[in-house]
């Protein structure tokens, strides 16, 4: 029998264990940038990192942390969600999203929000059609 949970990887070991889904949307991090980002981003921006496990397995991935700003209030901020590219579409990623709303109203957040990069259509549907998400702005870089 299958068995999926929600767990929140706050060791170096369980941090680890979740690069290789990680990696498929972080793909400029190799194993050692990603692990020192998470831990600096935990430690100074309360970064939480969780992880949906079908029986052993790290299947999906969700970094997000709260945040105050005038737009949004207080909210939590999607940093990363991703579900392993070879088992898409079996509800893992609205699955822990939906974890994270629930982490948010608990938390007496007011939303939650979330950027996404202009060439994953499929994302956009995701979030748009399935999880409900409106389309509010657009964000803009600039690289120093």
Excluded at 48 to 69: H, Q, R, S
Aim: one cysteine or more; a negative charge.
């Amino acid at each position: 029998m299958k068995t999926t949970t929600i767990k929140e990887l706050t060791t170096d070991g369980e941090i680890r264990s979740a690069f290789t889904v990680m990696q498929q949307l972080r793909t400029h991090l190799d194993e050692e940038q990603y692990v020192d980002l998470v831990k600096e981003a935990k430690e100074v921006d309360n970064y939480l990192l969780y992880a949906l496990f079908d029986n052993d397995e790290v299947v999906a991935v969700c970094g997000f942390k709260p945040m105050i700003t005038l737009y949004y209030g207080r909210f939590v901020w999607v940093c990363d969600l991703i579900t392993d590219n070879a088992i898409r579409s079996k509800g893992h990623g609205k699955r822990l999203l939906e974890f994270v709303h629930e982490w948010a109203e608990k938390n007496n957040h007011e939303s939650v929000a979330l950027s996404s990069g202009l060439a994953r259509k499929e994302a956009h549907k995701f979030y748009e059609k399935k999880m409900d998400y409106d389309k509010v702005s657009y964000v803009f870089k600039k690289n120093l």
